[in-house]
């Protein structure tokens, strides 16, 4: 795909031939161009990232100077023929530039006509894309870089001293925020926890064995004697938890005695009542 632009430029040849060559003044022109640096008068090197059809590309470049002719007093156009390539591996495109730059005196003395002829190849993912909308992408960023580049231009010689260079590569200072001050720390205290009420005594009353001893009479309940325990107090969890089997352990225990004493006690009364049916019966038969 092959481009050709002309444009005006408020500035001398010499100067704009300047800034062409400059690093800086280039990188701050060139639309997407985040990196450049010049190792030797002849090559550069750099990273451009840019998007054609909402397709992002990132492709580190090299530019080799393969011609330049500078100004002269004859009036003579200065001419540069650069090669550029570049490759996004990522997104597995690679794209390559021929470019030739003319720069000659306008009718105005303090303006310069500049020409320009670029050879554009794309391969890969860029390529498919199609030469009317690489075309089209071409043409917005070629605007874009020459209102950029006529005002670097009219802003002086390239270098340190170019106000619009600084302005354009230093990043505008963010407001000042205040510092924060640090809070007070504050110790939050948790409540006491509530103690757990003591609960009531557990007695075991009434715990043993009723034996009926059938008479003549009839059926008479036999009520074991109210053995009292020690009241068990609730104590926390763990204290709990640790000493669950002990307890279980002394209510077993606590439960056979009661009922060892209610069976004896059970024996006793039933062999008096015995005792006392037998007297009864020699008392009938001696009358």
Known sequence: ??????????APPDQVLAHFLDPD????CVPGC?????PDPAHYRGRLVNEIAHVRFSAGFTADITESVPVTDTGDPARVH???????????SSIKVDASLGVRPAADPSASDVDWDLEIALWGKLGRLGESIVGRRSREVERQFVERFSAVCAA???GPGNPEVSARRTPATPARVPEAVPATATRTVAPPRPRPRPAPAVSLGAVGAATVVASRRGPVAVVPEIVPVPAVRVRPAVVLRSRLTATRAAAVDVGG???ERAAEWVAARATRFLEHRRASANDGGAR
């Open 34 to 38: 985040e990196e450049l640096e010049r």
């Open 156 to 158: 002086g010689p390239p």
């Open 25 to 28: 003044s280039m990188r701050v």
């Open 1 to 10: 795909m092959k481009l050709t632009s002309s444009f005006r430029v408020p």
């Open 257 to 259: 005695r009661v009922a």
């Open 82 to 92: 650069a090669v550029l390539r570049g490759e996004d591996r990522r997104l597995g």
